[in-house]
């Protein structure tokens, strides 16, 4: 029976060591055993073999974050296989590394699409909005007909007058946003772009420089979004924020009606929106 952290992460470290196809790594030789030789393992991981044997007998002591992040290079690691040697050899998981992609699944986007009459968007680390329902489109923002480079929800509520209109308390909003974007960015560890955008911001906007400056952070979590809609009126939606597992980069945030009226007056815009559509569409004779 395994003893300690350390001869659990040697077992787990050899597991995953005995998984990789000598061949395809540039490797030769007959073998013995599936897999790796340490010493191979050492090379690709650019650390000496000696430490690398001893982390696997349980030696030497707990190694650095460093020295777990070549060996997750040199094992060829998934992201949650890097976590879960961290947990094993230090007790915590590494620190973030942000890397953004490109889009998100389509199994994300259908569930979007489920929440019918709940506005839903799935947001980046710099708040750029990569995906939303038609919900989300009919009470918040079209974000379809906003130019891909501008689908940021901070450039929206600094640089559209709509934005700033639809809120019943623009300078609270505002101020809640800042401190949310600034504490998602740090957690999702997207300090640089974070100030790339925050210093283009605050040569565009005043309000938003000043804010900034007060370097105030907020809980992204859950509360109440209170809009002026140009058909519904004065509307409440609560609002719940969650991490996409996976996607340290990426968060949904799902806006729920709170009242009755505000429910079936979503549906109502949604069934006008596909009435639209399906009238615009194109014809064809078939006589």
């Known amino acids: 029976m395994l003893a300690s952290s350390e001869t659990t992460l ?21 073998r013995r055993t599936p897999g790796l030789r340490r010493e191979e393992v050492a090379q690709r991981s650019n650390i000496s ?6 982390l696997e007998q349980g030696r030497g002591g707990a190694p650095s974050a460093d020295v777990l992040n070549r060996i997750a290079v040199g094992l060829m690691l998934t992201e949650p296989e890097r976590e ?22 389509p199994r994300l ?7 019918e009459v709940s506005p839903a968007l799935i947001k980046t680390a710099t708040w750029d909005v990569v995906a939303w329902n038609r919900a989300a489109a009919v009470v918040l923002t079209d974000w379809d007909t906003v130019p891909p480079g501008e689908r940021n929800i901070l450039r929206r509520m600094f640089g559209d007058p709509r934005v700033r209109a639809a ?19 740090v957690r999702a560890g997207a300090a640089s772009e974070v100030n790339a955008l925050a210093e283009e911001l ?13 370097n105030d952070v907020r809980a992204h979590t859950d509360g109440v979004k209170r809009l002026r809609h140009p058909i519904l009126g004065s ?23 709170v009242t009755p009226r505000v429910r079936e007056g979503i549906g109502a815009l949604l069934r006008g929106s596909r009435d639209r559509a399906e009238a615009e569409r194109p014809r064809t004779d078939s006589a």
Request: proline share 6%; charged share 25%; no cysteine.
């Open 10 to 30: 040697g077992a787990y470290l050899r597991d995953r060591r005995t998984r990789l196809d000598p061949a395809a790594l540039g490797f030769s030789g007959r």
């Open 49 to 54: 073999a000696t430490w690398y044997t001893w």
């Open 84 to 105: 879960h040697v961290f947990m094993l050899a230090l007790g915590r998981p590494p620190e973030v590394r942000y890397t953004p992609k490109e889009g998100i699944t």
């Open 109 to 115: 986007q259908r569930l979007l699409d489920t929440l």
């Open 167 to 185: 809120q019943h308390d623009w300078q609270s909003v505002a101020r809640y946003v800042v401190g949310a974007f600034r504490a998602d960015a």
């Open 202 to 214: 605050s040569r565009t906007s005043p309000e938003f420089a000043a804010l900034w400056r007060e």
């Open 235 to 257: 509307i409440e939606l609560e609002f719940s924020a969650f991490s996409v597992d996976g996607r340290p980069d990426l968060g949904m945030i799902v806006y729920n009606p």
